[in-house]
């Protein structure tokens, strides 16, 4: 084990955005004056629209058009800063960095109540949207840290979640990770975000419906039970520890689609022990690892931490990871067109049990 978790350093932008540094032991956070004129934050507001044909919440953030698009690598906003004039982490170094992002989709305080009219809603997008830096190293990736540095980024998630999901309005926080720019990413720097949302969103909406039901048809938790039902036959497990389990689901959705569940039923990582952490950056730096090794190009993905607060409706939940790519062949991609994109019915280019039994050759 690790130890426990430690208080990050908090730091101010020059727009007064929050900044907090996550130390490796032995390491001490140098932070300095950030210099650059960006003005007072929050002047770009965004909204939310009610879709009435969907029942969704759909968010517009138009400032996001100016935001950092694929800087050089000299440029990058996400490298350390040392003269406090260049970077979103001003100081000559850091271990892992969380910010407020320059250019949130969701700002600021306060409940976002249902729709009560027929005709046209909207609603101030309030939330919060965060940058998780993995790591000061411009080339890096998630899969190639140190054990103890991928932990610290566990430890990050657990802080951020819990201080996120204290605030006013926030109904769900959803850390992920867009890697490769088949994905769409803008900046290569390894990072990841953070979202606090003031609604729950449609995904997770459908997954505690299903839960739900679950219950009440067949009693018990149905996430524990799928587990159960993967661990029993065996066929799509990638990767096991004494505490988590890595499985392609029976259903995938996408050419390539690991989930990883923790053995024991809890509702977000913040419940993880200090031993179920550890194991959790272990198994998440093997399937990462075996993601690498899938092809001559590193295999471009999305992480995504399903996390419930546990109380109410959310109390069917269980946390999970899922990871999925759109890379179908080492010279193909899954583009989400006509059945996916317009009516949300997947389409598998290949089995579930084939992923998996490549992913475990690659260990």
């Not at 629209?49 to 050089?72: C, E, L, M, N, S």
């Not at 989709?105 to 009219?117: C, F, H, I, K, T």
Request: aromatic share 10%; glycine share 8%.
């Amino acid at each position: 084990m690790f130890g426990t978790v430690t208080e990050p350093t908090h730091w101010k932008l020059a727009d007064g955005r929050d900044l907090f540094f996550f130390a490796l032991p032995g390491h001490v956070p140098a932070p300095v004056p950030d210099q650059r004129p960006l003005g007072p934050g929050g002047s770009h507001p965004t909204e939310l629209r009610f879709d009435r044909t969907t029942g969704q919440w759909v968010i517009i953030a138009a400032a996001r058009q100016d935001r950092t698009y694929k800087p050089p690598p000299d440029q990058c906003p996400l490298c350390p800063g040392p003269t406090g004039e260049t970077s979103e982490i001003p100081a000559p170094d850091y271990d892992v960095a969380v910010f407020e992002n320059r250019f949130p989709s969701l700002a600021g305080e306060g409940v976002v109540a249902p729709p009560a009219d027929a005709g046209f809603v909207a609603a101030a997008g309030y939330g919060r949207c965060e940058v998780i830096c993995f790591t000061s190293n411009h080339t890096g990736s998630f899969s190639e840290l140190p054990l103890v540095h991928a932990r610290l980024v566990v430890d990050a998630w657990r802080h951020r979640t819990a201080d996120l999901l204290k605030r006013t309005g926030v109904e769900q926080v959803f850390c992920f990770e867009n890697r490769g720019e088949e994905i769409g990413v803008t900046l290569t720097h390894p990072h990841g975000q953070i979202y606090a949302y003031p609604y729950l969103t449609p995904r997770t909406e459908v997954m505690l419906r299903q839960a739900t039901g679950f219950r009440e048809t067949h009693g018990g938790n149905l996430f524990a039970s799928l587990l159960a039902a993967e661990q029993a036959n065996g066929q799509r497990l990638v990767a096991q520890n004494d505490l988590f389990t890595a499985f392609v689901p029976f259903a995938a959705r996408w050419p390539v689609e690991v989930h990883i569940y923790p053995n024991r039923l809890v509702p977000n990582v913040v419940e993880l022990s200090t031993a179920e952490c550890d194991a959790l950056a272990s198994i998440y730096l093997d399937v990462l690892g075996r993601f690498d090794r899938m092809y001559s190009a590193p295999l471009p993905y999305i992480s995504a931490l399903h996390q419930y607060s546990g109380a109410g409706v959310q109390g069917d939940g269980y946390f999970h990871i899922e990871l999925m790519s759109i890379r179908r062949s080492a010279t193909k991609l899954k583009y989400l067109a006509g059945s996916e994109s317009a009516m949300d019915a997947f389409i598998g280019d290949v089995t579930p049990e084939s992923v998996a039994q490549r992913l475990r050759e690659l260990a």
